[in-house]
């Protein structure tokens, strides 16, 4: 009888140690599918932005250089320079910060997994 129960409490033992596994794996899988979904979306958004801005900074550029063409073509063209040169320095500082800020990929998981290793070890 007593090889019952300990054979019994042992198949729990294993039932919930899988079913703990499998919940952390399907946290695990959300957490990537979320991660995919964001990037692509934010991906699109950006080459989109990117495209429009490029193409209005383009005509704007012509604008200018064509209405100094007789007086300051030189000047203005310095000045467009110097202007796309400090945006494009900026960003480039904005992106690295972001890109330090981050969070994890899996942050949530990770969280979940040494919960259930304080809680096993107690």
């Known amino acids: 009888?007593?090889?019952?129960?300990?054979?019994?409490?042992?198949?729990?033992?294993?039932?919930?140690?899988?079913?703990?596994?499998?919940?952390?794996?399907?946290l695990l899988s959300?957490?990537?599918?979320?991660?995919?979904?964001?990037?692509?979306?934010?991906?699109?958004?950006?080459?989109?932005a990117l495209f429009f801005l490029f193409v209005g900074l383009v005509m704007l550029s012509l604008l200018i250089v064509i209405y100094y063409w007789d007086s300051n073509r030189m000047l203005a063209l310095s000045l467009l320079t110097a202007s796309y040169l400090t945006i494009g320095l900026i960003l480039v500082l904005l992106v690295r910060q972001s890109l330090i800020t981050m969070p994890k990929l899996f942050e949530a998981s990770i969280a979940e997994f040494a919960k259930d290793r304080e809680e096993l070890s107690r």
Do not use: F
């Open 30 to 48: 959300v957490d990537v599918q979320i991660a995919r979904a964001k990037s692509i979306r934010l991906m699109v958004m950006i080459v989109c």
């Open 1 to 26: 009888m007593s090889q019952e129960n300990l054979l019994s409490s042992i198949k729990n033992l294993a039932a919930t140690g899988a079913s703990i596994a499998q919940t952390r794996i399907e």
